[in-house]
């Protein structure tokens, strides 16, 4: 028996300099050798923990095994009978967290590297495989009709299962283009458009009706929909509504929420200014308020679109960053400049109320608090200035609340969520289910297509009686 080899293949990646100047995939993928490597060292374990790591429980082992037999449509189809996004997944689940976290290899060495062999599949699909070819079978038609609000994961993830089974599926997005989150808030160099894009089309490919520039609320109520001929509702709105600092300064020039700075960065494709015609300011000094996985996206894309100088800053030390390590690793290589247990006191702006500056405290930590992290606590005495043409809030987010305000009996918590039964996504409200970031506040994609797929099959169960 070959000894088992406890160190995982690493993925080839642009060089950290050239790469902070593009707006290019930083992670290069898997050649054919390196996954079918990779792929071998998956001991094929009775028990399968990873799958139990997946919200969406995909069979990994089943996937990968076709891939060591070098069976790319039988790994394609094992990965897809419960993925519908997986090339999106391969590239920003956290894996590490999940299936990773579980894998049986992982208690002697590097688990299996099971988000980069998803990548891998999902992208030789897209390559070697026509979208006119891909089979999937569909179940009879069962006349009943789902009407979707919201095109992010979740969404993506319960119209794909609804249609699937036989309903008829329509999706209504208030945005020009379809995918949320996906499209506006990650940048091209983590996830390219043409990826989402590409799986957005699989799910239209299904049968799925995709309505753009559809705001539910405004052009028509949940009720509406319901009086009109949909047998039931899914709201996957996602959270698109920033949180601010609420100091003093922060309404002067130069001061973005992380949701716009990056909406207009990677939806209106402000990096291909003057070809699109919308610029955004980036000054020579700009500093990110946060430490998630937003904050790195656009620490990274002030960089690529030319600042001189970006700063992260945190009011925790870097043992508590939420960002994904790998991010966090990408991001310091590319020469982000973190600036740990430090914290915004205010802005301040120049004759003009431009920013031109921030001062801050420096902060220690105290005792954990609710979310087990342990609280950032001011340091009396300890404020500085840094010298800032532009800063980035990226403090997280919260639901619209349109569809709130406009839903009579939809029950919503004071953070603004929607409230549904964590495992049926079911409302209070009769007919209408809701799952992803609109329920939990700002989360994974793979967690809001655990959510979609929940969903999904009560809605089926509701639908057929």
Same mark, same amino acid.
């Given at each position: 028996?070959?000894?088992?080899?406890?160190?995982?293949?690493?993925?080839?990646?642009?060089?950290? +300099?050239?790469?902070? =100047?593009?707006?290019?995939?930083? *992670?290069?993928?898997?050649?054919?050798?390196?996954?079918?490597?990779?792929?071998?060292?998956?001991? !094929?374990?009775?028990?399968?923990?990873?799958?139990?790591?997946?919200?969406?429980?995909?069979?990994?082992?089943?996937?990968?095994?076709?891939?060591?037999?070098?069976?790319?449509?039988?790994?394609?189809?094992?990965?897809?009978?419960?993925? &519908?996004?997986?090339?999106?997944?391969?590239?920003?689940?956290?894996?590490?967290? !999940?299936?990773?976290?579980?894998?049986?290899?992982?208690?002697?060495?590097?688990?299996?590297?099971? $988000?980069?062999?998803?990548?891998?599949?999902?992208?030789?699909?897209?390559?070697?495989?026509?979208?006119?070819?891909?089979?999937?079978?569909?179940?009879?038609?069962?006349?009943?009709?789902? *009407?979707?609000?919201?095109?992010?994961?979740?969404?993506?993830?319960?119209?794909?299962?609804?249609?699937?089974? $036989?309903?008829?599926?329509?999706?209504?997005?208030?945005?020009?283009?379809?995918?949320?989150?996906?499209? @506006?808030?990650?940048?091209?160099?983590?996830?390219?458009?043409?990826?989402?894009?590409?799986?957005?089309?699989?799910?239209?490919?299904?049968?799925?009706?995709?309505?753009?520039?559809?705001?539910?609320?405004?052009?028509?109520?949940?009720?509406?929909?319901?009086?009109?001929?949909?047998?039931?509702?899914?709201?996957?709105?996602?959270?698109?509504?920033?949180?601010?600092?609420?100091?003093?300064?922060?309404?002067?020039?130069?001061?973005?929420?992380?949701?716009?700075?990056?909406?207009?960065?990677?939806?209106?494709?402000?990096?291909?200014?003057?070809? @699109? /015609? #919308?610029?955004?300011?980036?000054? =020579?000094?700009?500093?990110?308020?946060?430490?998630?996985?937003?904050?790195?996206?656009?620490?990274?894309?002030?960089?690529?679109?030319?600042?001189?100088?970006?700063?992260?800053?945190?009011?925790?030390?870097?043992?508590?960053?939420? &960002?994904?390590?790998?991010?966090?690793?990408? *991001?310091?290589?590319?020469?982000?400049?973190?600036?740990?247990?430090?914290?915004?006191?205010?802005?301040?702006?120049?004759?003009?109320?431009?920013?031109?500056?921030?001062?801050? @405290?420096?902060?220690?930590?105290?005792?954990? /608090?609710?979310?087990?992290?342990?609280?950032?606590?001011?340091?009396?005495?300890?404020?500085?200035? +840094?010298?800032?043409?532009?800063?980035?809030?990226?403090?997280?987010?919260?639901?619209?609340?349109?569809?709130?305000?406009? #839903?009579?009996?939809?029950?919503?918590?004071?953070?603004?969520?929607?409230?549904?039964?964590?495992? #049926? $996504?079911?409302?209070?409200?009769?007919?209408?289910?809701?799952?992803?970031?609109?329920? #939990?506040?700002?989360?994974?994609?793979?967690?809001?297509?655990?959510? $979609?797929?929940?969903?999904?099959?009560?809605?089926?169960?509701?639908?057929?009686?």
């Amino acid at each position: 028996m070959a000894k088992l080899n406890l160190n995982r293949m690493e993925m080839p990646r642009q060089d950290a +300099i050239e790469r902070g =100047k593009n707006f290019n995939e930083v *992670a290069l993928g898997y050649t054919k050798e390196m996954a079918k490597e990779e792929a071998g060292r998956c001991i !094929q374990c009775a028990k399968r923990p990873c799958m139990e790591g997946c919200p969406v429980m995909v069979d990994i082992p089943e996937f990968i095994k076709a891939v060591t037999e070098d069976n790319m449509p039988e790994a394609v189809r094992a990965l897809k009978g419960k993925n &519908a996004l997986p090339g999106i997944c391969g590239r920003v689940c956290p894996q590490e967290v !999940q299936c990773e976290a579980v894998c049986t290899l992982g208690k002697k060495g590097a688990p299996v590297a099971i $988000g980069r062999l998803e990548r891998y599949v999902a992208d030789w699909e897209r390559e070697n495989i026509a979208p006119a070819e891909r089979k999937v079978e569909l179940a009879t038609a069962t006349g009943k009709k789902v *009407a979707v609000v919201g095109s992010g994961p979740a969404s993506l993830t319960a119209a794909a299962d609804l249609t699937k089974i $036989g309903h008829e599926v329509v999706i209504l997005e208030a945005l020009h283009v379809a995918g949320g989150v996906l499209m @506006y808030g990650i940048p091209e160099f983590r996830l390219p458009k043409a990826i989402v894009q590409g799986e957005v089309d699989y799910v239209k490919s299904l049968g799925v009706e995709i309505k753009l520039n559809s705001i539910v609320g405004k052009l028509n109520t949940v009720d509406e929909l319901l009086q009109n001929g949909y047998s039931a509702v899914f709201l996957g709105t996602g959270a698109g509504l920033p949180i601010f600092l609420n100091c003093p300064g922060e309404n002067l020039n130069g001061i973005y929420s992380a949701n716009e700075f990056l909406t207009r960065v990677n939806l209106m494709k402000a990096y291909r200014f003057p070809e @699109y /015609d #919308t610029p955004v300011r980036i000054g =020579k000094r700009v500093a990110v308020i946060g430490g998630g996985n937003v904050a790195m996206d656009s620490a990274r894309c002030a960089l690529r679109l030319g600042a001189e100088k970006v700063y992260v800053i945190y009011r925790r030390s870097e043992v508590e960053l939420p &960002a994904r390590h790998e991010e966090v690793e990408n *991001a310091q290589e590319e020469g982000i400049d973190f600036r740990f247990l430090t914290n915004p006191k205010q802005f301040i702006g120049d004759e003009s109320n431009n920013l031109a500056a921030m001062e801050c @405290y420096q902060m220690e930590l105290g005792e954990p /608090d609710a979310s087990g992290r342990r609280r950032p606590m001011v340091k009396e005495g300890s404020e500085f200035k +840094i010298d800032v043409d532009v800063a980035i809030v990226a403090l997280g987010t919260t639901p619209n609340p349109l569809i709130a305000q406009t #839903t009579a009996g939809l029950e919503t918590t004071k953070h603004g969520t929607v409230v549904a039964d964590e495992s #049926t $996504g079911k409302t209070v409200k009769a007919g209408v289910w809701a799952g992803g970031d609109v329920v #939990t506040g700002a989360a994974t994609v793979i967690s809001a297509m655990g959510a $979609g797929k929940r969903a999904a099959a009560d809605i089926d169960k509701f639908l057929r009686g």
